[in-house]
């Protein structure tokens, strides 16, 4: 295996395998200033050994040099070759494009690997990273895809690319950015250019989310492609955009969905699925299968077709690729008596969870919170008191009518937390008053909500608020003590998380209309 340890030996091998003929861009130039250019030639020979068998020991390195904690900004997760080699046998399956684009190159894995099958086919590499750029060109010259590879540094949602007239390739791994590290301007753009075709998009979505739109911009009729990214779209609300994209103009063809225990990426504990499209010639069944591991993934040729119709009135697609079992006769749908409803978000719980910079407040506006999920999960079946929770600071949006000593007191506390931004945060900017958290009424029953174990469900005798990480239980219709008690109980028993979404690394999280779904018996055989 090459070793190597340093951004800069890094790039000074990858320079030299570049050779000094090639034009650089000027943010790679920038780069390779004053970087190590003198690398042993052992090394340089034994690196391009490896290249020129298919191997990536320039990427490699780059995982290993930028831990994971530090490419996660940018969503730079590297993809394993059994993924790569599946998605490009599928495209060569469905044809012969004479443009490969892939629009988070990174090393070039997938490009360099389309661009084998595909000898003739012109490839573009959009990336934003100058240092996986200089390793992508070191890949492509010792491969001698050089001549007939175009690289773009840049944003792929604003990188221009050519007109081209034959059929275009669209392949590769978009980076996975959740929204808080998305900026304002661009989830902007997201919700514009989702409206232009018709479909209301959140400001929620990841990164990947993006890729598909801007996907679905520039390309033409009869392009297609394959990405790979997390499986969280499928089901989450901010994932409806792609799933109408996929059911229209995008023309989604195959759904490959990972076991969540299958751990696709190797630096990253996420879920998989491999979205398969062909843009204006959606057919009249979609693919789906469910994969248990990696290595068999095949050429994705295998699946179950489900008619469009069907996927179309689906609100979670994961039950299309796995479906739910029926409810059993005697049991209905817990949300059949309780809307379910996950806890308030602070939006920086430092200021609002209670400490030493509450003391002076008025006491009514500090409110017993459950703020940890330990406090569930010890509580047995009963949070009967609350002295041993904290409290949350709960204002309200309109301050007329308090007493003007405590309104000395509320603004002298609100001059504090504006100098710790939070008044900034993304939720108190879209609050009625950046101060009023609007904590929800106590919910009968709580329930924690993501763990390596089932859901814990305690009755919440206390009357206890609950913020975002738990669930709160709130009948349709009041309910007495003995049945809200016996409920609880079988729900703790009987709940397994096997009725839950488990992501790579088995974490288990229940959504709130997940557990709303959870079968429970009717309620004259619960307390019989």
């Known amino acids: 295996m090459i070793r190597i340890h340093a ?28 970087v ?26 780059l995982t290993r040099i930028r831990t994971p904690e530090v490419r996660r900004s940018d969503g730079a997760t590297y993809t394993p070759s059994p993924i790569v080699e599946s998605m490009i046998a599928w495209a060569a399956s469905e044809g012969t494009p004479g443009r490969i684009v892939d629009p988070g190159a990174g090393s070039g894995r997938f490009l360099l690997a ?33 001549d007939r590879t175009v690289v773009a540094i840049g ?43 018709g479909v209301k998009a959140s400001k929620l979505a990841g990164l990947h989310i993006h890729f598909f739109l801007r996907t679905m911009q520039i390309a033409r009729p009869g392009d297609y492609g394959a990405y790979i990214t997390s499986a969280e779209w499928l089901d989450v609300n901010y994932g409806s955009v792609l799933r109408r994209l996929l059911a229209d103009g995008l023309g989604g063809t195959a759904l490959h969905v990972l076991d969540p225990k299958a751990m696709p990426f190797e630096d990253a504990i996420t879920t998989g699925a491999i979205t398969c499209f062909r843009v204006g010639k959606r057919p009249d069944a979609l693919r ?8 068999r993934l095949g050429d994705l040729s295998a699946g179950t077709t489900v008619p469009w119709d069907k996927v179309e009135q689906a609100t979670r697609w994961s039950t299309i690729v796995r479906p739910r079992p029926k409810v059993p006769a005697g049991y209905i749908e817990l949300g059949d ?73 509320i603004t002298r506390f609100l ?38 174990r089932p859901p814990a469900f305690v009755v919440n005798r206390c009357k206890a608020r609950h913020i975002n990480i738990a669930h709160g239980l709130y009948p349709l219709e009041p309910m ?24 790579a690394g088995g974490l288990t999280k229940f959504e709130p209309k997940e557990v709303e779904r959870i079968p429970i018996p009717r309620p004259e055989n619960l307390v019989a």
């Open 480 to 503: 007495p003590e003995r049945f809200l008690a016996r409920l609880a109980d079988w729900l703790r028993k009987n709940v397994g998380v096997d009725q839950g979404r488990t992501y």
């Open 288 to 295: 789906v299968r469910s994969v248990k591991s990696v290595t």
């Open 155 to 197: 944003d792929f949602r604003s990188v221009p690319l050519p007109e081209f007239d034959g059929t275009t390739l669209f392949v590769g791994n978009p980076p996975y950015v959740r929204h808080h590290n998305i900026e304002e301007r661009w989830k902007s753009w997201f919700a514009d250019s989702a409206a232009s075709f």
């Open 114 to 146: 389309a661009g084998k099958r595909f000898p003739k086919a012109r490839l573009v590499a959009v990336e934003t990273d100058p240092l996986a750029l200089l390793i992508l060109r070191a890949n492509a010259v010792v491969r001698g895809m050089a």
């Open 337 to 409: 008596l309780f809307r379910v409803h996950r806890g308030q978000v602070t939006g920086n719980n430092e200021v609002w969870i209670s400490g030493p910079h509450t003391r002076d407040l008025p006491r009514r506006f500090l409110l017993p919170t459950v703020t940890k999920a330990r406090e569930i999960l010890e509580a047995g079946g009963v949070l009967g008191d609350d002295r041993s929770l904290r409290r949350v600071v709960d204002l309200p949006a309109d301050f007329e009518g308090i007493d003007p000593e405590e309104l000395r007191i």
């Open 7 to 34: 951004e800069n030996e890094l790039a000074g091998l990858a320079l030299v395998l570049i050779g000094p003929s090639a034009t650089l861009s000027p943010a790679e130039r920038d780069y390779a200033i004053a």
């Open 36 to 61: 190590r250019r003198n690398p042993d030639a052992a090394l340089v020979k034994a690196t391009r050994c490896s290249i020129a068998a298919g191997d990536d020991p320039l990427g490699g390195s």
């Open 415 to 452: 001059e504090w937390a504006k100098q710790c931004n939070a008044d900034k945060s993304y939720i108190a900017e879209h609050r009625r008053a950046w101060w009023a958290v609007g904590l929800k009424d106590p919910a009968p029953i709580i329930c924690t909500y993501m763990a390596r």
